[in-house]
């Protein structure tokens, strides 16, 4: 404890490289990984598409475009379209 009040060491040299290594490992953001059509849909959303304007795009079913923003959501950590696409921007997303 005088050790680390005088400002000396008190972790081996040998472990503060591999501490390091995972302090910067869990403190850093991880993006979500978006499938190519999650992507898709996310632009569409950001472009102010609706849902059947999508699915018409992209020859797919309404519900299918709708499975896909609720896996957006889930992913992106939002609950509606603006949160989306304001996350997706600050996560730089976007195509």
């Not at 081996?12 to 990984?33: D, F, M």
């Not at 475009?65 to 379209?81: A, C, F, M, N, P």
């Amino acid at each position: 404890m005088l050790d680390c009040a005088k400002g000396r060491d008190v972790v081996a040299p040998s472990l503060v490289g591999g501490l390091a290594g995972e302090i910067r490992q869990r403190a850093a953001p991880v993006a979500p990984v978006l499938s190519a059509r999650e992507r898709e849909v996310l632009n569409r959303i950001a472009c102010g598409q609706s849902i059947p304007a999508i699915a018409a795009e992209l020859y797919v079913a309404p519900s299918t475009v709708k499975t896909h923003v609720q896996r957006l959501y889930e992913k992106l950590g939002v609950s509606d379209r603006a949160a989306a696409v304001a996350e997706a921007m600050r996560q730089r997303l976007l195509d």
